[in-house]
């Protein structure tokens, strides 16, 4: 049967930096232009973290956000989803500063604490933009995101409860699912909850089909018929799992945040081209893609109205 597919796009996020690509988004009137292109292309939410303007390092300022968001609210009906991760070099305090003041329909919160290995990228690149750029990679060889069971707990309480915000369960590794599970049993959470699935990132499980396979049933075993879910594969997996995880009965998520391609060996020239490619696949597949209305409703979002910009 057919169903409605949520589109998430992430347009910037913290991994990529600007000498990965010269398309990638970094200045608040280009994450502004690109989340409107992808909404306007498909997207029905948009997942967004903030950047220097001047050299293009993830920020936590809500200053920076600010330059953004009320522009891209104005300009298009999306959900705006905006990160508690931020990146794993920042304090809980800190990713947690824009979203306390913007008080946003939706927040992505990573499901535990791990490595999160971004240090492998050096070796694809010699001549690099920035100096902060090598230096922010290879940090992570010897940095842990932290969000403990103390964190989550406290995001749950500063943004759910206090905000009204749902949340993007982002499961990095079968481990994550546990503890999803957990806090919905003991009522924390309300269903529907809404799990991004992720893959590919080094520290947590592969980019493989055999891997959704195991998130998949690990999550139907554990969550019921409590949850939807969506697919997110780094690199050049994206496009490959986002279509098999829209074949499993799940929604997808695409940007350059979590991969810079659009085909083998080929850079994507916007957000916007990446979600056009994943919605002419699903709608091929015999399904619709969601508008920001029906995924208000299947996520039982507070709506636009309600937030803080």
């Not at 499901?111 to 750029?133: H, I, V």
Request: proline share 5%; with cysteine; aromatic share 8%.
């Amino acid at each position: 049967m057919a169903k409605k597919i949520i589109i998430t796009c992430a347009a910037t996020g913290s991994i990529h930096t600007p000498t990965m690509s010269p398309y990638l988004p970094v200045t608040p009137q280009e994450i502004a232009d690109q989340s409107v292109a992808a909404a306007e292309a498909g997207a029905s939410i948009l997942h967004l973290h903030a950047r220097n303007p001047e050299t293009g390092q993830p920020t936590a300022d809500p200053d920076v956000f600010m330059q953004f968001l009320p522009d891209i609210k104005k300009r298009c009906d999306a959900v705006i989803n905006i990160t508690t991760g931020g990146s794993s070099l920042m304090t809980l305090e800190e990713r947690l500063a824009a979203p306390t003041l913007v008080e946003p329909e939706m927040a992505s919160l990573n499901m535990g604490s791990m490595n999160f290995g971004l240090f492998p990228l050096q070796k694809r690149y010699e001549d690099w933009k920035y100096e902060w750029e090598p230096k922010l990679l290879e940090a992570t060889r010897d940095v842990v995101f932290q969000n403990t069971f103390a964190n989550i707990e406290q995001i749950f309480k500063t943004l759910g409860e206090g905000c009204g915000t749902r949340f993007e369960f982002e499961c990095y590794d079968v481990g994550h699912i546990q503890t999803l599970a957990y806090y919905l049993r003991e009522g924390v959470i309300q269903k529907p909850v809404f799990v991004q699935f992720v893959l590919g990132v080094l520290g947590g499980i592969d980019a493989s089909p055999q891997s959704l396979m195991h998130m998949k049933a690990t999550a139907d075993r554990l969550l019921g018929d409590n949850y939807q879910f969506s697919v997110l594969a780094a690199g050049r997996m994206q496009i490959p799992l986002a279509t098999l995880g829209a074949i499993l009965g799940g929604n997808v998520r695409v940007g350059l945040e979590d991969s810079l391609l659009i085909g083998r060996e080929q850079l994507a020239t916007s957000n916007a081209e990446q979600v056009q490619k994943i919605r002419r696949i699903v709608e091929e597949l015999g399904h619709e893609v969601a508008t920001p209305a029906e995924a208000r409703e299947m996520l039982h979002l507070k709506g636009a109205d309600k937030v803080n910009f």
